[in-house]
């Protein structure tokens, strides 16, 4: 079967309307760096998403997941590459996604995760002037059409809602918080 004969032609439409603010935000950076605006605003963690603040770094949800649960490590310095930070800082990353991995398979089941830094915004950084890692939690079979052929995911949960399930998470499992 060939490759035209598989097209139907038809093209479908997702409407995500929430993606509007992600491409809003990467046009107009006159916000600054939502990193640093959620370290600072300290007053203001659960409407920025933060989970937990330690002595370097601070772990937040992603507003734009990949999928739910989808963590951000920052240190709390704007760096933007790895070469910048000490080394305590980095180690007490490292120390962060094992921590977040922990605490995504005791909330919400997470069986696997990919974990990793895009440096650069060739590298596909969004927000390539302060360093983060992503823990992005998986699932057997979450790979499915709507990635594949739609280049679409879906995020089955809300964010508000996710966020109190796993700062309640993080507080049975005696780990960091805001």
């Known amino acids: ?25 990467l046009n107009d950076r006159r ?9 600072d605003e300290t007053d203001r963690d659960a409407e920025n998403l ?3 603040r330690t002595e370097n770094c601070l772990v937040m949800m992603n507003r734009f997941p990949y999928s739910a649960g989808h963590l951000l490590i920052a240190p709390n310095e704007h760096v933007g590459g790895m070469e910048e930070m000490p080394d305590n800082v ?8 094992r921590d977040t991995q922990r605490l995504l398979a005791h909330s919400i089941r997470a069986e696997g995760f990919n974990i990793g830094m895009n440096i650069g915004r ?3 950084a ?12 998986r699932w057997s079979g979450d790979t499915n059409y709507m990635a594949v052929i739609g280049d679409v995911r879906v995020v089955s949960q809300a964010l508000t809602e996710l966020y109190e399930q796993l ?7 005696n780990l960091p918080r805001a």
């Open 167 to 173: 700062r309640e998470a993080s507080a049975e499992l």
């Open 90 to 97: 980095l180690l007490e990353m490292m120390a962060l996604s």
């Open 122 to 124: 060739c590298a596909g």
């Open 126 to 137: 969004g927000l390539p002037g302060h360093l983060h890692m992503h823990v992005v939690p």
């Open 1 to 25: 079967m060939n490759e035209q004969s598989q097209n139907t032609g038809k093209k479908a439409n997702i409407h995500a309307p929430w993606r509007i603010e992600y491409i809003n935000m």
């Open 31 to 39: 916000d600054g760096c939502f990193i640093c605006r959620a370290r």
């Open 50 to 52: 933060l989970l937990w």
